[in-house]
């Protein structure tokens, strides 16, 4: 059975291109809503969109770099020209950046992953939250990471802290959109299956991971795309400033 919980729904997902987002954006599609898949890879996230229209779903692709609020404000425009509102915004663009130790990070290499993905979801939230307020309500879900609530054992210092940014970002925006009826939560997973991981680690490192787990492997997309929907559902209504682990049991805390 086709479930509907975001029937007319209008969702913006960032990064929506591949991996996460993508398995994100085919949910919310698949449940009724009006996907906006943007990305900075135009050709990717146009081919998400046939997939969704070819399901009988209804999306539109657009290109924007989610570290350039210029780009970002312009995103926003088109989402409200062809649909009117936003009611949900999932915060997903994210890279890993070059890894190695801290001494080895190029400041620009530092500030590039910073600006990706903290400075990312700042100009997201920033031009979308208005519109919730005046729509008078809300959901926000900010893709963190297990980096973010420990270390990471794939990516370098910078990316560890722009998701552990994006913790602290999520709780304060929370605690200010509360009032009109904004969620604004955070998920925070483990290592999951796609390309970031896939093209930047060995086959070695990844079966180490998977033995280390206690589920014995890797999060799917789809794992994830489940716990960002119930995030943004009704069902949800009473969590905010929260983050929610998804890790197949790898920290628990
Ligand atoms: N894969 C993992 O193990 C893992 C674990 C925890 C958290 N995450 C986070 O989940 C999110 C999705 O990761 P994924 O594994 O699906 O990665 P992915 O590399 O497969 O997909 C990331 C997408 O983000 C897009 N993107 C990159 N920079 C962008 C920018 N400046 N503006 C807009 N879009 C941009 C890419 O084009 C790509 O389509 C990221 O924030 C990542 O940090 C991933």
């Known amino acids: 059975m086709r479930a509907n919980r975001f029937a007319d729904k209008v969702v913006i997902v960032t990064g929506a291109a591949r991996g996460m987002g993508r398995a994100t954006a085919l949910a919310f599609a698949r449940e009724g809503a009006k996907v ?28 924007a770099d989610v570290s350039d609020l210029t780009d970002v404000s312009r995103m926003v ?3 409200i020209e062809r649909y009117g509102t936003v009611d949900v915004l999932v915060n997903n663009a994210g890279v890993l950046g070059k890894t190695g130790p801290l001494e080895e990070i190029a400041p620009e290499e530092w500030a590039r992953v910073i600006d990706i993905n903290l400075t990312g979801v700042f100009n997201c939230t920033k031009a979308v939250l208005p ?6 309500g809300g959901k926000i879900v900010n893709v963190s990471s297990s980096a973010g609530r420990s270390y990471s054992t794939f990516g370098a210092a910078h990316y560890t802290a722009s998701k552990a940014g994006i913790l602290g970002l ?8 509360a009032p009109y009826n904004i969620n604004v939560n955070a998920v925070a997973p483990g290592s999951m299956d796609t390309e970031m991981v896939r093209l930047s680690a060995t086959p070695e490192h990844i079966a180490q991971e998977e033995a280390n787990n206690p589920l014995g492997r890797l999060g799917t997309p789809e794992d994830e795309a489940h716990l960002v ?9 009473y969590i905010t400033g929260a983050t929610v682990d998804i890790n197949g049991g790898d920290l628990m805390i």
């Open 36 to 63: 906006a898949v943007t990305d900075v890879s135009a050709d990717e996230a146009h081919s998400v969109v046939r997939e969704i229209g070819q399901a009988g779903g209804d999306a539109v692709a657009i290109q």
């Open 77 to 79: 425009d088109v989402v």
């Open 131 to 136: 519109i919730m307020k005046e729509r008078g």
């Open 170 to 177: 999520t709780r304060h925006t929370a605690s200010e959109a």
């Open 229 to 237: 929907l119930f995030l943004a559902s009704e069902e949800a209504s």
